[in-house]
């Protein structure tokens, strides 16, 4: 049944759309840098701005003759807004509760089958779903912080903070993977052999079939346009 489907107009259109909202990320964190320092977490600024895109996405119409970040924009930062007038909080919808019961039961039975944590984009793709809905779905799933503190068995009180945990870090690692992926080529391949190959500028230079000059321009150059993409600033 699922291969009869597979490339149908329906499946088509849902490809399009996940790959359009992938494509504009960057707006959510455009307008999320813009909250930095206001006494709410960049992590949940940026959660409440990709529903907006969402939103946004779904609400866009091109016969307008509006520019799609132009419409955007305002709708993103919205969301933002309604986080500081809720004291914070995110008001998680169904669905998105509904997928984070399928997260949770999907990710305990790959440990149990394979004994590996799944990486979010297997979960995306087992739950027909695209990974930055999986990150929003874990986020909104975690257990919100209490800044009340409870009375221990001495009298003294006790604050109840959550230590890290490995979701805390999906956002970051998606809107960096976001971020590479929009890079050419060329700039990729110099970061990935930098910074995750572990390659000197020397060494970089020689693969790349250039100098080491400009390898350290080119690098210094796309690094602070990712800074500049990743956080808005």
């Known amino acids: 049944m699922s291969a009869q489907l597979a490339g149908t107009p329906a499946e088509a259109a849902r490809a399009q759309r996940e790959k359009f909202i992938q494509n504009n990320l ?31 996405c779904d609400g866009f119409d091109p016969g307008r003759g509006l520019c799609f970040s132009t419409y955007a924009v305002p709708v993103i930062l919205g969301e933002i807004k309604k986080l500081f007038r809720d004291g914070g909080t995110v008001k998680v919808s169904r669905s998105l509760k509904e997928l984070g019961l399928k997260v949770n039961a999907e990710r305990e039975r790959t440990l149990k089958r394979t004994g590996n944590e799944p990486s979010v984009t297997q979960l995306a793709e087992t739950l ?26 001495d009298g003294s009180k006790e604050w ?23 890079l050419s080529p ?48």
């Open 26 to 56: 960057g707006l959510v964190h455009c307008c999320a840098g813009r909250f930095r320092g206001r006494g709410i977490e960049y992590e949940d600024l940026y959660a409440a701005g990709c529903l907006g895109l969402v939103k946004a």
């Open 186 to 233: 060329d700039d990729r391949q110099l970061i990935q052999l930098r910074f995750f190959g572990g390659k000197t500028q020397c060494e970089t230079a020689r693969v790349l079939h250039t100098t080491q000059v400009q390898i350290s321009r080119r690098e210094r150059k796309i690094l602070k346009w990712m800074r500049q993409e990743l956080t808005g600033e």
């Open 160 to 182: 109840d903070i959550p230590v890290e945990s490995p979701e805390e870090a999906l956002s970051e690692r998606i809107s960096l993977n976001e971020v590479l992926g929009r």
């Open 128 to 153: 027909h779903t695209t990974p930055e809905q999986i990150a929003l779905a874990i986020r909104a799933s975690l257990p919100a912080l209490s800044l009340t503190p409870t009375e221990s068995e």
